[in-house]
Every structure is written in structure tokens, then in C-alpha cells.
Nanobody, 123 residues
């Protein structure tokens, strides 16, 4: 079993930056593909970014490409999401997801989830 705990959310003005972190428990973290998803009120959970177990391959939703960067530190069991040029439409609860497979871009491909961290971008 893997436990994921997100941190780093908050309130930021449009154009600002935030860095989200996800701390994972368990010895198998370094073998897991990891992802970030978000869910805005009244909307479905959507893919944001994913990273392979080694960190060599990353994937991004078109809406965040060029603004967000996913990274990981397997020695510290952490995965991060650096968010820049934030927009009001980035407002959502952001979730860390673990042990992804297949495309890494669908929520159903991840068995492990954190509880989420709120990101609010004011205009």
C-alpha cells in the first residue's frame, strides 16, 4: 500500500507561481509512474501531468504545456509540480496519483491517490 500526501497549494494571483509536492510512503515508489490530476467544482477530474518511474519521460495536458513542470526525486520519495503563469482556470483541487499504467493520462489507470490540495488563482 502506498500513501500519498500533497502539499503546497494556496491562493495566488493570476500570473503567479506555485510548487506542489507529493510525499509518498513505501519502498516501491521509485518503480511507480506518477501523475497529477485536478478537479474544479462541477467538473470531472482531469489529467494534468505524468512522469515515468525514472523521470525520463513526462506527459502534459495541452492546457498546461509550457507552464507546468513535473519532476520527481526517488531518493526522497517525492514528486513535484511546478506551476507558473497561473490562470484563474487553473483553480482546482490538485491530486497526486501513483502507480500509473498504460497511457498515464486517465484517472482509472492509477490505484493510489492523495487527498488533494486546493489551488486558487485570483484574477
Amino acid at each position: 500500500q502506498v500513501q500519498l500526501v500533497e502539499s503546497g497549494g494556496g491562493l495566488v494571483q493570476a500570473g503567479g507561481s506555485l510548487r506542489l509536492s507529493c510525499a509518498a510512503s513505501g519502498r516501491s515508489f521509485s518503480s511507480y509512474h506518477m501523475g497529477w490530476f485536478r478537479q474544479a467544482p462541477g467538473k470531472e477530474r482531469e489529467f494534468v501531468a505524468a512522469i515515468s518511474w525514472s523521470g525520463s519521460t513526462t506527459y502534459y495536458a495541452d492546457s498546461v504545456k509550457g507552464r507546468f513542470t513535473i519532476s520527481r526525486d526517488n531518493a526522497k520519495n517525492t514528486v513535484s509540480l511546478q506551476m507558473t503563469s497561473l490562470k484563474p482556470e487553473d483553480t482546482a483541487v490538485y491530486y497526486c496519483a501513483g502507480r500509473g499504467h498504460s497511457t498515464l493520462q486517465r484517472a482509472e489507470e492509477y490505484p493510489y491517490w492523495g487527498r488533494g490540495t486546493q489551488v486558487t488563482v485570483s484574477s
